[in-house]
């Protein structure tokens, strides 16, 4: 069989190799001359001027904006289910502490007795604002959740690189807000758990649980606090943080809700009572030891 040999200035027409029974098309058909092929090292392990159908499976490849040399790991896709999930991940939780807080904090309260000490007074009182803190706090995590899993189900977003971008862009205060307000509650459950154990079994195993509940938050908090810190997105590419740790988030949780009031009267009214609630707490604890 006869097989024509391109020559090197030919840059026209179409030509095929024929080897046995395979057949490979030449550069032209491409749109190249074999001199561009081989100065540009299109044909990467194989012999200039013996061009294959790499040639055509990179240039489909360009044609895709696709580069084999800098191609990542991360794609734009929608996420929202992933969203969805992380959101759940504090919701169940959080209704399981809510459940628990109501008899250990509030139905089994002890009763102020006429003989208690100022201190006693103001463990009981302390138990008390414990409890409904708990109880507040998951459940405006249920709430904030509730309503992102709710929005990431009914609308349809943008695709983007990470779960953490979309959060980002879309639901950054309910994330943030669903994080510390079930941390919260979290951490003042534990808290109430040491106190209710003090009351029934006596200042001794009082001390105990008391002192392994605040150990847990701590190290709990510490955790936390390296969680914060790793930021979010690419494994190799973490240069985005919500804040440096717990206390930096939560600030970063209050400016969010400063920059609503702009939204309504309710955001007004909801910072205000926290305050007025912030200043009675302290009025509280003068006038027990009045």
């Given at each position: 069989?006869?097989?024509?040999?391109?020559?090197?200035?030919?840059?026209?027409?179409?030509?095929?190799?024929?080897?046995?029974?395979?057949?490979?098309?030449?550069?032209?058909?491409?749109?190249?001359?074999?001199?561009?092929?081989?100065?540009?090292?299109?044909?990467?392990?194989?012999?200039?001027?013996?061009?294959?159908?790499?040639?055509?499976?990179?240039?489909?490849?360009?044609?895709?904006?696709?580069?084999?040399?800098?191609?990542?790991?991360?794609?734009?896709?929608?996420?929202?289910?992933?969203?969805?999930?992380?959101?759940?991940?504090?919701?169940?939780?959080?209704?399981?502490?809510?459940?628990?807080?109501?008899?250990?904090?509030?139905?089994?309260?002890?009763?102020?007795?006429?003989?208690?000490?100022?201190?006693?007074?103001?463990?009981?009182?302390?138990?008390?604002?414990?409890?409904?803190?708990?109880?507040?706090?998951?459940?405006?995590?249920?709430?904030?959740?509730?309503?992102?899993?709710?929005?990431?189900?009914?609308?349809?977003?943008?695709?983007?690189?990470?779960?953490?971008?979309?959060?980002?862009?879309?639901?950054?205060?309910?994330?943030?807000?669903?994080?510390?307000?079930?941390?919260?509650?979290?951490?003042?459950?534990?808290?109430?758990?040491?106190?209710?154990?003090?009351?029934?079994?006596?200042?001794?195993?009082?001390?105990?649980?008391?002192?392994?509940?605040?150990?847990?938050?701590?190290?709990?908090?510490?955790?936390?606090?390296?969680?914060?810190?790793?930021?979010?997105?690419?494994?190799?590419?973490?240069?985005?943080?919500?804040?440096?740790?717990?206390?930096?988030?939560?600030?970063?949780?209050?400016?969010?809700?400063?920059?609503?009031?702009?939204?309504?009267?309710?955001?007004?009214?909801?910072?205000?009572?926290?305050?007025y609630s912030t200043i009675l707490t302290v009025l509280l604890i003068v006038d027990t030891y009045r």
């Amino acid at each position: 069989m006869m097989k024509k040999t391109p020559q090197e200035p030919e840059t026209s027409g179409e030509y095929m190799l024929l080897e046995g029974n395979e057949s490979h098309y030449g550069a032209n058909d491409v749109g190249l001359s074999f001199r561009e092929v081989e100065e540009a090292g299109t044909l990467t392990g194989r012999e200039k001027g013996n061009p294959s159908s790499t040639l055509l499976d990179e240039r489909e490849a360009d044609d895709a904006n696709f580069n084999p040399t800098t191609s990542t790991s991360l794609e734009l896709k929608d996420h929202s289910g992933a969203a969805a999930g992380l959101f759940n991940n504090m919701r169940t939780p959080a209704a399981l502490i809510l459940g628990a807080t109501i008899p250990l904090g509030l139905l089994m309260a002890p009763d102020l007795e006429e003989g208690d000490s100022p201190a006693t007074i103001l463990l009981k009182k302390t138990l008390l604002l414990l409890a409904m803190s708990s109880l507040l706090s998951e459940i405006l995590a249920i709430t904030y959740a509730t309503v992102a899993i709710n929005k990431l189900s009914e609308l349809q977003y943008h695709r983007t690189m990470t779960v953490a971008d979309l959060i980002e862009n879309h639901f950054e205060l309910a994330w943030i807000g669903t994080n510390i307000h079930f941390l919260l509650g979290l951490f003042t459950f534990g808290l109430l758990v040491g106190f209710r154990a003090y009351f029934k079994y006596g200042e001794p195993a009082g001390k105990i649980i008391g002192s392994l509940s605040v150990a847990a938050i701590l190290q709990a908090t510490s955790f936390v606090n390296e969680g914060i810190a790793m930021g979010h997105g690419d494994i190799d590419n973490t240069e985005f943080q919500f804040a440096n740790n717990l206390f930096m988030l939560t600030m970063r949780y209050i400016r969010l809700l400063l920059c609503r009031v702009k939204k309504g009267p309710l955001p007004i009214i909801s910072i205000g009572l926290y305050l007025y609630s912030t200043i009675l707490t302290v009025l509280l604890i003068v006038d027990t030891y009045r």
